[in-house]
C-alpha cells in the first residue's frame, strides 16, 4: 500500500524523505519527553539514519507519515504485529500546526490510521502503553474507546477491538463533520 487517504488526510510509507522531520518532532522536548524508549536524550541525524535503516524490511512493524494538504502532521507505527493472532501496537507522534483545526485534524489522523489498521492490514486488536504522566494520550486512548487493562510504576496498557473503535468512530466522525 503506497497511500490510504479519508478524512482529509493522507497516510504514506516513513521515507528517507520524512525522517529529518519526524528526528525534529522526536527531539522536541515535549514530544521527548513522553517517549518510553526515548527519554529526553537528544537524536542525531545519524542516528536517525541508523535508526530508519534498522526498520527497513521488518515484517513485524510498519511506519507511516500523515499528511493534511501535503503537510506533515504525524508519525504513525504499527509494531510487534502478530500477523496470526492479528494483533499491533500502535505508535504515534501528532504535531498539528497552527493553521489547522487541532482536534479535528487530529482525531481525523487517528481514525484514518486505525481504518487502514483494521480495513487494509486486517488487524483485530490494537495494544497500546503510554507513560502515565502522558495525560493527552490517555485521554486520546479514552476518547477512541481503547479500554484499560491495566497499569504500572510507569505505563497505562490499553487494548481496543475492531467492533469498540467502528463504534465510536462512526459517531466521532459524524460530529467532527468528517462523513
Known sequence: MSEFIRYGVKITRLEL?????????????????????????????EQQLKWFNSIQNQPNSLYYMAFV???????????????????????????IPKQFDEARITLGAYCAIYDMAFEILGLKWLKAYCKLENKRAIRMAKMLNFKSTHTDNQCIYFKLNKDDYYQMRDSLIYKLGLA
Not at 520524512?18 to 518510553?36: A, C, G, T
Not at 503537510?71 to 502478530?82: H, L, M, S
Request: glycine share 8%; aromatic share 8%; hydrophobic share 40%.
Open 17 to 45: 524523505k520524512d525522517i529529518e522531520i519526524l528526528r525534529q518532532w522526536r527531539n522536541d522536548p515535549k514530544i521527548s519527553k513522553v517517549m518510553l524508549n526515548q527519554n529526553g536524550t537528544h537524536i542525531t541525524k
Open 69 to 95: 494538504g501535503g503537510v506533515a502532521i504525524g508519525y504513525f507505527c504499527f509494531q510487534q504485529i502478530n500477523w496470526q493472532d492479528r494483533t499491533a501496537i500502535p505508535g504515534e507522534i501528532m504535531v
